[in-house]
């Protein structure tokens, strides 16, 4: 136990030193020959594997389990259960994770370990935001709260009220929430996490850079005593933007410079490394030295791509590790079912002449209920065909988005450093080319912000809707009249995105196709259905023959068959192209737009 704990003591701030105490633990069960030993150091070599390799993490949670089930130690399952429903969340498996972390509760409820119930209440907010589920993932949070006050478990009355807390819209009663939060996680020994993300939340909150620097100052101290790293790149990021709004250049610099940076780089944390080189980018700019924001927005860019690659590189021994401990299983499963079928057939010689018209009748139900089967295989299997598809293409934006984004600071910084350096007879003219640059950069970054579905989901429908158009006009020249109702339905998140990207998707073809051509795009609510209606006067084309081979066409009616929505095309050569797409709403309450 105490070498367990230790475990844990050590797994984020020395790593290296927690794996050492976890091969003690390991050494002293098997010395013990005690399998609930052998449980518990299995457990230990996952937590501590987890922070760095995941794959190794995964083997040992696995061993724990097996070993856990076969001698019926339900304690000890309960908890493993809920680690691998961590590390599931880390592989992006939110669905696995989930059924996990159900798992544990039942689990849980059998001997009343109610503070794992309430851990697991929190985990499962955690997984629902995540995934965006905000109404999910805040009732979660409020069960986790509910089960800890009841028990006066202050650690997880603390996580939960400061979850809860970020939902709040008030600022005052936010901050009021936090700081009870900080009160209940200051009762318990190792919280300083907990507390320390409490703190930059409530810095974040605070307009007045002075109030949020004290919070930042808070998160950072308890970030040093307890060796947290990533607490400490965090606290020291906010506060240099803290430092710009007082216009103390000089302090923003030093927390990058002289603090951050060099600890980041001594960390090998490429993720911090490249957020923290944008800021120091975004000081420079505010010292006018825009050759060395230029070189500071290089470097962001490249730690960004080595972290991506290290990310890719741990994702995909990840899966090796989950396919290759599935693969065994496999084995193992088909080698028994191979020895049942021996025994069943040396049992049942005698009586196989009774049986088989028996066998023949059952076969006939079951390939009937077998090909019915199938064909709900099939089509279940295309619609999550498409919805990965869909999934992975929001990914590819999302990605995409960040890159334009990063690489258009980039590219205004370095052609304002230019003009600097350039000497113009006329110097109101140079202030126009700057202004129009800078103009430029803002509006391909407000294009990659659309782009990215975290950004898109924190707009209201009428601002995406109109904002898009208003960018298409301004990029392309071509006419869009938008015609939106002043007043709609509260829309569900997945049916905004859906949506959004169905009248990018007709804004681009327009782009492409029909650049001199009017668009009028009109959206409205009927009979209990979004209704969208798209025109242009554009070329035209043949539908059935482009529906086959244009990706674009093929996306819009796939997204309008994951929502149970319908799409109707009517285009020829010559004669413009239009759309009619009806999406089912449910009615909640109504949104101006």
Known sequence: MVLDSLVNANKISNNPLAIQYAFRALAIARLMNSDEALVTAYKALGIAYFQDQKDSSYFYYYAALQLAEKNHLLHQKIHLVYNLAMFYRAAYNYETAITFLDSSIRLAEVINDNQVISDAFNMLGVVNLEIHDYENARKMYDTALSIASEHSFYKQMGVAIGNLATFEQNRSRSISMQREAVNYLGKVKGTEEEM??????????????????LYYKSALNLALNANLPKILFGAYNNMAYSYLDKKDIQMAESCLKDNAIPLAIKAKDNDWLSSLY????????????????????????????????????EQVRLLAALLDLKNKELIIQNEEKKLIIQKNRLQKVELWLTISVLLVIASIFVIFGLRQRSKVKLHKAQNESARRLIEMEESEKGRTARELHDLTGQLVLGISGTIENIDFPDEEIKEQIRNKIKELGSSIRRISHRMNRAMIEHFTFSELISGMCEDVQKLSGISVHLEIPEEFPDLPNELVLHFYRITQELLTNASKYARDSEIKIRIKTENDKLALYYSDNGPGFLPDEKRKTSMGIMNIFERVKLINGKAYIRSSP????????????????????
């Open 196 to 213: 320390a993300n409490i703190f930059i939340n409530m810095g974040n909150r605070y307009t007045n850079p002075d109030s949020a620097l």
């Open 278 to 313: 944008d800021t120091y980018a975004d000081v420079c700019v505010e010292q006018g030295d825009y050759k060395k924001a230029l070189e500071m927005q290089k470097k962001s860019l490249k730690t960004r791509i080595a972290d991506n690659r290290q990310k890719a590189s």
């Open 574 to 593: 010559g004669n413009g192209t239009s759309w009619r797409i009806f999406f089912p709403i449910v009615h909640n309450n109504v949104v101006k737009s």
